[in-house]
């Protein structure tokens, strides 16, 4: 049975690829959480690949956080991100591991990429200056798995998923992703009978959301091509406006009061959508409906707050 090591196994993906792999089947599945294995320290990686020999290395581990993290710690973003990919990179060279798959973000490409956003816009102008370390990194992330498969003969390959949302989110007020953040509003707004929710910005723009279970699944798909493209947007290539997303999630949580638009707050970036087509060329589409998913996560949320457990 081929030995699977997921890194970051405790995260929102990588929690997701255990689950996967456990439903997949057909794999032996090794962790080894920060307190086993510190992925910065390059020694530590290297004896741990060559003592393991896993047959697939998956890096679902990184330095991750919102925009006022990345703008606090650029230094921190960026050398944790290159040290992690080039330490996996590298040590599962040496240990002979023939695969690994890297996850990046939708934020490697260009501020003022086409929408949707096709593989091919990748480093074809400037980046979003507010993520840039981060981007970077994962740029280069993607770039040693591709040098490596092109010189080493290896398959190392990288999937670039969209917007993230499931169980394993944080709900934390002021470090959330978008989907987290709604859900805790409106959830509290819900309990508390407050008549209107006020979201930020106009609430035009467009965003695209994918299932972490979807994502997992994709990962897997990808793990069986024999020729997998070098990076493949994963995404669901359909988006809605952020109005919509809290129409749907209040909708979702139960709340009945008011929403409400703030457009004195600052909105982003218009839209940000993942063009798919490569993806869904090889044979693979989102399972979960939106709705759907939403309903888990908020069942995710429920759950989580009641054991007391949810990264708030
Ligand atoms: N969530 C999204 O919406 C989203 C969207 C697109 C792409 N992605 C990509 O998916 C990947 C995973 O993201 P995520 O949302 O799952 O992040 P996450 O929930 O923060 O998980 C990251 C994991 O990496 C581990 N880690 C970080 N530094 C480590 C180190 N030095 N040694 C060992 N483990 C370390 C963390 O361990 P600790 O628990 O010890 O901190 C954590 O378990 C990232 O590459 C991210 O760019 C995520």
Redesign the pocket.
Known sequence: MPKIFI????????SALVREAERHGGHEVITA??DR????NQQAVFDFLAAEKPDIVVI?????GGIHANATYPADFIY?NLA?ASNLVEGSRRAEVPRVLF????CIYPKLAPQPMPEDCLLTSPLEVTNEAYAIA?IAGLKLCQHYRAQHGLLYHSAM?????GP?D?YHPENS?VIPALIRRFHEAKVSGKPSVTIWGTGTPRREFLH?DDLAAACFHLLGLENPPDWVNVGVGEDVTILELAQLVAKTVGYEGEILTDPTKPDGTPRKLMEVSRLKGTGWAPQIGFEEGLAAAYQDFLSKLESGEARL
Do not use: C, F, Q, W
């Open positions: 890194t970051g196994h405790r995260g929102m993906v990588g959480g920060r294995l510190d992925l910065l679902a581990a990184a330095k991750v944790e992690i996850l990046g973000s939708s994962k998923p969209t917007n993230l949302y394993g944080n992703h972490v």
